[in-house]
């Protein structure tokens, strides 16, 4: 079994920045692809930034430019938010495609950390 926990969110105004951290653990893993994800009240999950293990990204439209996904030697993957908008006011889940050992190809998700951004 394998988990994730984030961390960073909190309440900042419009047009300043936030930096989430998602953190893994458990299970001996191979990374396929790490992904940030985000819900508003009223609205279905979407997809807001991936990061493959051979490097590439993908960012949701309304974020690129302003949104970066990383990831570091310990397995950490970091969502840096810039020019925050009310807009982006959402709970922010971690998403990781695994190659899990004895278990094969999972998905996990962490428990979501609350990003709201007053205007």
């Known amino acids: 079994q394998v988990h994730l926990v984030e961390s960073g969110g909190g309440l900042v105004q419009a047009g300043g920045s936030l930096s989430l951290t998602c953190k893994t653990s458990?299970?001996?893993?191979?990374?396929?692809?790490m992904a940030w994800y985000r819900q508003a009240l009223g609205k279905q999950r979407e997809l807001v930034a991936q990061?493959?293990?051979?490097?590439?990204t993908n960012y949701a439209d309304c974020v690129k430019g302003r949104f970066t996904i990383s990831r570091d030697a310990q397995n950490r993957v970091y969502l840096r938010m810039n020019s925050l908008k009310s807009e982006d006011t959402a709970v922010y889940y971690c998403?990781?495609?695994?190659?899990?050992?004895?278990?094969?190809?999972?998905?996990?998700w962490g428990q979501g950390t609350q990003v709201t951004v007053s205007s």
């Open positions: 998403n990781a495609d695994l190659n899990v050992l004895a278990l094969g190809r999972r998905t996990y």
């Open positions: 458990g299970s001996t893993f191979s990374t396929n692809a």
């Open positions: 990061l493959t293990s051979q490097g590439y």
